[in-house]
């Protein structure tokens, strides 16, 4: 018999509270694992006061466990962790987070409900292989997102760089790779192959053509159809968006010298005038 706050989280208790959700627990699926003195839901798993001494899954959650979880990680009620994850230290899944296939999660990464993350690309020559989806540090993922691996015809890998925030409602297509700081606001679609660079922003509702470059600094206005490359610290917006010039704010926002911002806009007159 187990009493006292140890009970909480001795393996046997854990196995007999998945069962009570119909869940399967083995032995090997409790190692590493503390779940919360708050487990019957009366408060939030935030407040829990053994978060900062061992990893927080919640019993709702499903975690394969082939999963590679950091002690300092929480997992929230009603996520599904697959086998191949691995997910670092301070990661946050804050509930209804699908995580599947070859997927790694950096330090700090912070996944909101209803994300899906690492599934099979949409590509009907992909034949299951082994392809990833690799997330830095500090990423902050919001509701509804998609994310999907990539093809071994695209390098395999879907790469999402480090401080980047994807806002409700992305798709972020197989084989793409985000720059740090990027920003990709609601309800914006990347196609397979597209490319962002470093501290490139896509304003709301844009859809952005498989294969498309954005370089560095680049500015896509809310609304936009991306259909060929853009430039670096260029602005762009309409439906089948050109350049409209630089994007200036962005790159005082940088703490660029005033002189390379003006040689930067005597440039790009030479180049479309």
Known sequence: TFDGAEAAWHPAVLIRMAGTLGLRMTLSATR????????????????????????????????????????????GPHCVVGPGVRIGSGVRLLG?????????????????PFVTLG????????????????????????????????????????????????????HVGHDCSLGARTIVASGSLLAGHVTLGEGVVVGGQCAVHQHVHLGRGAYLGGGSVLARDLGPH?????????????????????QNPREDVRGALIAYRLLFG
């Open 32 to 75: 590493n694992m503390r779940t919360c003195p708050c487990a019957d839901m009366s408060i939030s798993p935030s407040f829990c006061p053994a978060r900062a001494l061992s990893t927080v899954i919640h019993p709702s959650a499903v975690v394969h466990p082939e999963a590679e979880i950091n002690e300092s990680a929480e997992v």
């Open 96 to 112: 209804s987070v699908h995580v599947d296939g070859l997927t790694t999660l950096g330090p700090g990464v912070t996944v909101y």
């Open 119 to 170: 599934h099979p690309p949409q590509d009907l020559k992909h034949r299951g292989e082994a392809t990833r989806l690799e997330v830095g540090e500090g990423v902050t993922i919001r509701e509804h997102v998609s994310v999907h691996a990539g093809t071994v015809g695209g390098g395999g890998v879907t790469t999402i760089g480090s401080s980047c925030l994807l806002m409700a409602g992305v």
């Open 234 to 254: 260029t602005l762009a917006f309409g439906n089948r968006a050109r350049a409209r010039g630089l994007n200036l704010v962005g790159l005082r926002r940088a």
